[in-house]
């Protein structure tokens, strides 16, 4: 996800040194950007030496717009979900890589775009699809039922008052536009001007994260690129809130071998694979100045790890795929 305003100002990658720090491109190698946006982490993979990169986007205007911003030989731009990473790259010949780099959300290209829907900052119609395909907002808002909207706006946006949020966009169905459905929120939930916090915010997210199945496309691109990696290979991820975080951290954790220790209540779990990570880093949130700069980088946060040379774990009988 990278921030700007809702002028014309140029998109700012978030954490971008620290990303490039953690990936360690040398000269000549061969790195993944698995959410091209507007090329920002792309750029900066180049500008360090990338023999090649690899840039996936789902979203066919972030390909399209690519084309022209970053016009480099040593740049293969792909539409498609950073989920497929290694089928793509086994089809097109390139094989494992060094350095794969995911920064999981909505783009600033996506939120300031009033015509996409993921933004209630200004009135557009309900759409928030990042592949510009299948049903929009506005379908699942008007043909689910009370219980499956408070279900996503729960599971999703962490909404404690899901239920009334759901009922009350019920009672006033159909809805078509973004203002419309932030308007519904703030009177289910006594909103009023000027408290610090909107909660429309989270409904407008568990919405997104549904309609674009994007937790389900986190854990499936976590395995993708544990796949994707030779060893040694660094993988950097950047989220932006709680559940996506808490599922980096923990395949961080199963791959690394570091599961929690048993007690008398809980017994110790059976050994799993050997490590597939190695040199897990601390999460690296970012400065106060880079906040300053650029307000929506504020909850992000970092994850980083190697690669060792063990082979990639089998995906269980029930995991998200």
Known sequence: MTGRGTTAAPHVPVLLDEVIGAMAIQPGETAVDGTFGAGGYTRAMLQVGAGRVIAFDRDPEAIEAGR???????????????????????????????????????????LDRADRGFSFSADGPLDMRMEKAGPTAADFLNEADEAEIARVLREYGE????????????????????????????????????????????????????????????????????????????????????????IVKRFFRERSGATPAGSRHRPVAVQGPAPTFERVAKPVSPSEAEIARNPRSRSARLRSAVRTSTPAWQAKSGDRK
């Open 68 to 110: 022209s911003l970053v016009p480099d030989p040593n740049l293969m731009l792909v539409e498609d979900r950073f989920s497929q990473m290694d089928r793509v790259l086994t089809e097109r010949g390139i094989g494992l890589v060094d350095a794969i780099t995911l920064d999981i959300g909505v783009s600033s290209m996506q």
């Open 159 to 246: 909404e404690p008052r899901a239920r009334a949020i759901a009922r009350a966009i019920v009672n006033n169905r159909p809805i078509e536009r973004t203002g419309e459905l932030a308007a519904i929120v703030r009177r289910a939930t006594g909103y009023r001007q000027g408290q610090k916090s909107d909660p429309a915010t989270r409904t407008f997210q568990a919405i997104r994260i549904h309609l674009n199945a994007e937790l389900d496309e986190l854990e499936g691109g976590l395995a993708a690129a544990e796949r994707s990696l030779k060893p040694g290979g660094r993988l950097a991820i950047v989220t932006f809130h709680s559940l996506e975080d808490r």
